[in-house]
């Protein structure tokens, strides 16, 4: 599988970007997918996960209410809509895929990742 994420850039504080992940390689069944980040310094951390099927979603508290995750299965594409950004929201963000639909917020649980796409937000 290899995972393609696009749309970062450079926004003011209160805007909005959405990337997206597109997955070739293999149809994703019963497949998840998550949004991950690494802010300058500091460790990866988990930021929203959907599952392919059933289309359930989860998010980190510190995106809830303003980071939405969604899926076009059509176009094997996962999406992650941000809006109202913060500067803490500065990271390389990530995409990624594992087999099952468990442990979806550990980054070590993921068998595929993209490369990272950089998202810079001021204030």
């Known amino acids: 599988v290899q995972l393609q994420a696009s749309g970062g850039g450079s926004v003011q504080a209160g805007d909005s970007l959405r990337l997206s992940c597109a997955a070739s390689?293999?149809?994703?069944?019963?497949?998840?997918m998550g949004w991950f980040r690494q802010p300058p310094g500091k460790e990866r951390e988990f930021v929203a996960a959907i599952t392919w099927s059933g289309g359930a979603t989860f998010y980190a508290d510190s995106v809830k209410g303003r980071f939405t995750i969604s899926k076009n299965n059509a176009q094997n594409t996962v999406y992650l809509q941000m809006n109202s950004l913060k500067p803490e929201d500065t990271a390389v963000y990530y995409c990624?895929?594992?087999?099952?639909?468990?442990?979806?917020?550990?980054?070590?649980?993921?068998?595929?990742w993209g490369q990272g796409t950089l998202v810079t937000v001021s204030s």
């Open positions: 990624a895929a594992k087999y099952s639909t468990i442990r979806l917020t550990e980054a070590p649980s993921y068998d595929y």
């Open positions: 390689g293999r149809t994703l069944g019963s497949w998840a």
